[in-house]
C-alpha cells in the first residue's frame, strides 16, 4: 500500500520563521521588559488521529552549550 503525505505547517501572525518573538512575548525579569502573553500559533494539515501536540523553543543564539530552552511545552489540544 503506497503511503501519502500531507503538508503540515505551524504559522503564528506573531512572529516570522527565524525572526524574534514580539516584545509583548518576553518575560519580566532577567533584563526583559514584556507583558508574558504566548504567542498565537496555527496549526494546519494536522495529521488524521493526531491526539496532541509538543512544542519545543529552542535559542541557538544563547551563549550556552546547545542553546537555551525557553519552552517545552506538551498534550496541547
Do not use: E
Not at 24 to 30: D, I, L, M, Q
Not at 43 to 48: D, E, H, R, S
Not at 66 to 77: A, C, S, T
Amino acid at each position: 500500500m503506497a503511503r501519502t503525505t500531507q503538508s503540515f505547517t505551524l504559522t503564528s501572525p506573531d512572529f516570522t520563521d527565524g525572526g524574534p518573538l514580539r516584545q509583548s512575548s518576553a518575560f519580566t525579569r532577567f533584563g526583559c521588559q514584556g507583558d508574558n502573553i504566548a504567542p498565537t500559533l496555527n496549526w494546519q494539515g494536522v495529521p488524521a488521529g493526531t491526539v496532541s501536540f509538543a512544542l519545543a523553543m529552542n535559542d541557538y543564539d544563547a551563549p550556552l552549550a546547545g542553546g537555551f530552552k525557553h519552552w517545552i511545552v506538551y498534550n496541547i489540544p
